[in-house]
């Protein structure tokens, strides 16, 4: 399912909600250097959802769903990341963020960055083709297509994941910049359920 | 035995069994980097034992670009006759219950033993 604003981009934050925002200047090294922070940064941000979980004298209540659910946000936190590193627009100053917010019945995990106005209506292409069709049929077709070429293509697979293997909802934002007409800041919100890891009461 | 290694992965083929052995957690920048694994894994498709296996037990984290190389891999083994590939996979491991079965979609004939 996708809605067309991502949940909790419009700079409102509840009191009864736990998030956590990491913010990147991608100007301040190239993109190989900066590649392992993706996974440093996904990793935490796994870790750290795990802390607001609830403990049953002092170990993990319903461990085996925790595990999955740190598993997603990191899976989800990375591809995210990796999105926004590779498509960033580098010569605006607009820093890459990331956004992790837990609520009672999900996590969403948010990424921001900066794009060309290309770039964004090609991403804005896939966004409406992705909601015109269905998610499993298109990964597979762009994973037949991959296959025969060796090129990398604004394939978007990551996204197509979250969606199959995660149940992700995701929804994006463009936004105009006054300053700058060639780019745009764009964000990319996927919200995952939590089932059964808060337990009875979620 | 070939080795390909990284800062927190390390994979090994084993020629006379056909087997793939991935060992931590792989997430390198795109199909580039891909290329060298993709490369060792397209070796077992040149003198196969069957079942050509991919022992991923260990491989606790894989990106959206490594799970597109193996994607690639499991569709050119498809495409040649007669060759059976198994998937050797972890119940511990989050991922793999969630994200194998993609493969299973494009290679019908494909096994994963999830133990």
Known sequence: MMTSQPPGSNGERSSECEYLTLAFSPISAPLRSRWR?????????GDYVTTFLPTRGGVPAFEG???????????????????????HQPDVEIPIKIHLELRSDHVTVSV??????????????????????????????????????????????GLLTMITDYDAQLAWRFDARPTQSDSMTVTTS???????VLGASA | ?????????????????STVLFKGAIRLCGTEDYAPILDMLKETLINPTTPIVL???????????????????VIQARDHAGIDVQVLASEAVPWHARSLKNLQRLMPSLSIRLT
């Open chain 2, 55 to 73: 022992d991923l037990r260990e491989l606790e984290f894989l990106n959206s670009s490594g799970i597109t190389m193996l994607s690639r891999f």
């Open chain 1, 190 to 196: 996927a919200v995952l359920p939590l089932k059964d």
């Open chain 1, 65 to 87: 769903r925790q595990n999955e659910l740190k598993h997603a946000v990191t899976y989800v936190a990375n591809e995210l990341l990796e999105n926004a590193m590779k498509y």
């Open chain 1, 37 to 45: 922070n993706n996974g440093l940064s996904a990793d935490f941000l």
């Open chain 1, 112 to 157: 921001s960055n900066g794009i060309s106005v290309v770039q964004a209506r090609r991403y804005q292409a896939f966004v409406e083709n992705l909601q015109q069709g269905d998610a499993s049929d298109l990964l597979m077709r762009q994973q037949e297509e991959s296959a025969k070429s060796s090129e990398s293509t604004l394939s978007c697979l």
């Open chain 2, 1 to 17: 035995m070939k080795n390909i290694h990284g800062e927190s992965f390390e994979i090994r083929l084993e020629e006379k069994s």
